[in-house]
């Protein structure tokens, strides 16, 4: 009985399981859920709002038809500095072509423009053609030598 007593207590008490007797707390008759109705006798479904006044969810939402309606493809995609100084080597052309290749982009995810920002810095004289640049990535390429067109 001694090995019993030295035991620890368990930091986590088991769930309540209800439904099982009067014994086990609530147990009993309707068992903490309430007397008659829908909730009562089983799960609704999750389209369910309630009333037949106002419409449902469902029924608010527009008529979106087509297979293209939902656009995962993101508008602009944005590069760091760092990235394109690992990428490429000194005088190569900078250009969405080139960005895709290198980045292994799949043709789905090719974005409408890409963006190139100053993380990291640069040191390689480069060409960018096509490209949204920041302020602090332009002051950045051409002190390196580079060129913007």
């Known amino acids: 009985m001694e090995i019993l007593n030295s035991l620890s207590k368990t930091t986590t008490k088991s769930a309540r399981r209800r439904g099982r007797g009067y014994g086990s ?21 999750l389209t369910f709002d309630g ?3 106002k419409k449902g969810w469902i029924k608010r939402l527009p008529f979106l038809r087509g297979k293209h309606r939902t656009n995962s493809r993101a508008s602009n995609l944005a590069f760091n500095l760092y990235q394109i100084e690992k990428w490429f ?6 250009s969405k072509e080139s960005l895709t290749k290198k980045a292994n982009l799949p043709k789905s995810e090719i974005p409408k423009t890409f963006k ?10 480069l ?3 096509g490209l949204t640049l920041s302020k602090t990535t332009q002051r950045l390429i051409l002190k390196a030598d580079g060129k913007i067109e």
């Open 89 to 94: 080597k000194k005088d190569e052309i900078v």
């Open 127 to 129: 060409t960018f053609k």
């Open 25 to 45: 707390k609530s147990g009993g008759h309707t068992t903490g859920r309430g007397a008659k109705g829908d909730l009562v006798r089983g799960k609704s479904k």
């Open 116 to 125: 190139i920002l100053s993380t990291g810095g640069i040191t390689k004289a």
């Open 51 to 53: 009333t037949k006044i």
